[in-house]
Structure formats: C-alpha cells, structure tokens
C-alpha cells in the first residue's frame, strides 16, 4: 500500500474501533468521541486553554445534529486539523 492508502486505512480502523465502543457501530456518541480525542489527539486537548474549548469542539462535529458523529464528520474533523498543523508549520 501507498503511504497515502496507508493512512486512509488507519483512519478508518481508528473511527472503527472506538465506535465499536458501545452504541452504534457506525457513529461515535458523546464518550466515545471524547475516548478517542484524549488517546489519539492528546496534544489538541492538553494545547486548549479550557474545558469549554474542549467542549465547544466535541459540540462542533455533530454537524447533522444528531448527538452523534459519523464517519463524514470525524475525517472533517481530521482534515481541518491537519489543515491547521500544515498552516502552522508552513509559518514557521
């Protein structure tokens, strides 16, 4: 596999398995998303200033409403980061 096929697969096995969590096995509800933040994303939760960032961040990927967060919405979350950290390094 290409780097890139590469890291699609780790993407989806990453939503996978905490969305098998409990629930739906296709979304990720409110804990899980949390689980999955504080495990694959610690640096993003220990870079907030508050609780309320963090907060208002889990809040902002439920884009459809629904109280939870499908696939759609969790690689939107993962690119905007990405996008972030590009930005970022490209200043420096």
């Known amino acids: 596999m290409t780097q890139l096929e590469t890291a699609m ?3 989806m096995k990453t939503f996978d398995t905490y969305a098998a969590g409990e629930g739906k096995k296709d979304t990720l509800n409110n804990k899980e998303v949390k689980t ?10 220990k870079a907030a200033k508050n609780q309320g960032e963090v907060d208002k961040l889990l809040g902002g990927l439920d884009f459809n409403g629904d109280s939870e967060v499908d696939f759609s919405e969790f690689v939107i979350l993962v690119a905007a980061l990405t996008c972030a950290c590009h930005d970022r390094c490209a200043k420096k």
Do not use: M, Q, S
């Open 36 to 45: 999955l933040l504080e495990k694959e994303l610690p640096g993003l939760l």
């Open 9 to 11: 697969a780790i993407l």
